[in-house]
């Protein structure tokens, strides 16, 4: 057995990730369940010699002193992966997720016609959150690959790993992977500002520092394209707002308020017949409604306005699993263990 053929395997069946485990034969995640493939269970030394047949030397030491690698995969005529090596009771594990050489459109993925108009804005911060594995960066990268196609622009983007290529169309694309062209997201963006940018693009906010260079690069008039870790476009805000010390919570709503396009949230939900996946996905836009009650820190009353805003291209969560549900794309089991109130879907 030889990773190669079961990276090939993966791809053949469609599959979402591979995992390399003790004690497991190979495993495939499928439309979201995990599958065993017919492969024999791997020793401790199997699961090391597969993982580290794509290791280089440098990469092997990394992993050996920090316990834990990141990096994406390449290999001829195959779709790319991003890996993950770690360690599980001593035994030297992987996480495989494909990411296909195709970069998917807006319209294909099923994203709704107000992402386009999002990602057409001259300025301004666009979120993409959710849990991981929902999409995230597939989104991101069908907004890049939008802003390619149709606009002169010099785009940045910062990712760990990178997954999804760029080629030049219209626009020029540099792409700086964490701990490979630069230390970290933070010290990347404090530098990303004089390398003249029209659009800069954060793979992950992760902590205080990400954060703030971010909200003051949306404040420069640059477009600001960013993921995060978080469910729902209320509990969005609520994060950026709170990773600050209680002194500067005022001016982040302001700079937040002043900044913010709008939240695309999602999650990736079981199709009926259990042969895909289908996209949920919550909208927030950032009108002068929403941006008083940031200001105002009023966080509680974004889900109304977003009920009562359709018409701007708002939509909640709830109303996106009730569509999906309406035109049997999910099962009522599934759109019930999704939604936020039982009683507002069910009136839906």
């Known amino acids: 057995m030889e990773l190669r053929e079961l990276l090939m395997l993966c791809i053949e069946q469609k599959a979402s990730d591979l995992h390399i485990t003790e004690h497991e034969p190979p495993i495939l995640r499928i439309h979201g369940k995990l599958h065993r493939t017919d492969y024999k269970p791997l020793t401790r030394e199997e ?4 993982v580290y047949s794509i290791l280089t030397n440098p990469q092997k030491e990394i992993f050996e002193k920090n316990l834990e690698l990141d990096f994406s995969l390449s290999l001829p005529d195959l779709d790319r992966f991003r890996v993950n090596v770690h360690l599980q009771r001593g035994s030297v594990e992987a996480a495989f997720r ?4 195709k970069i998917p459109s807006i ?11 999002l990602v057409r804005k001259p300025n301004g911060l666009v979120l993409v959150t959710g849990p991981t594995g929902v999409g995230k960066t597939t989104t991101l990268a069908a907004m890049i690959d939008l802003i390619n196609n149709e606009r002169e622009s010099l785009i940045v983007c910062i990712e760990d790993p990178i997954e999804f290529i760029h080629k030049n169309k219209k626009s020029i694309i540099k792409q700086r992977e964490v701990y490979s062209d630069t230390h970290t997201f933070a010290e990347a963006l404090r530098h990303v500002l004089r390398q003249d940018p029209n659009i800069i693009v954060v793979g992950e906010m992760r902590d205080l520092e990400t954060i703030s260079t971010t909200l003051t690069a949306a404040e420069t008039g640059h477009l600001v394209l960013a993921t995060l870790h978080t469910p729902d476009a209320p509990q969005t805000v609520q ?3 709170d990773v600050f010390p209680p002194y500067q919570q005022q001016q982040v ?9 709008g939240v695309i ?7 009926v017949d259990g042969k895909a996946l289908v996209l949920a996905c919550e909208i927030m836009v950032g009108t002068p409604a929403i941006r008083n009650l940031i200001r105002e820190q009023e966080i509680a009353q974004i889900p109304t306005i977003m009920q009562t805003s359709y018409q701007f291209g708002m939509k909640t969560m709830d109303r996106s699993l009730k569509e999906l549900y ?3 794309l999910i099962t009522l089991d599934v759109a019930i263990s999704k939604v936020k109130s039982t009683e507002e879907f069910r009136q839906l």
């Open 253 to 261: 709503r302001l700079q937040l308020a002043d900044c913010i396009q």
């Open 239 to 241: 994060r950026i707002i």
């Open 326 to 328: 309406t035109q049997k």
């Open 265 to 271: 949230s999602q999650l990736l939900l079981p199709r």
């Open 98 to 101: 494909r990411v296909p050489l």
């Open 47 to 50: 699961t090391k010699r597969l």
């Open 107 to 117: 319209d294909e993925l099923g994203l709704p016609p107000i992402v386009k108009d």
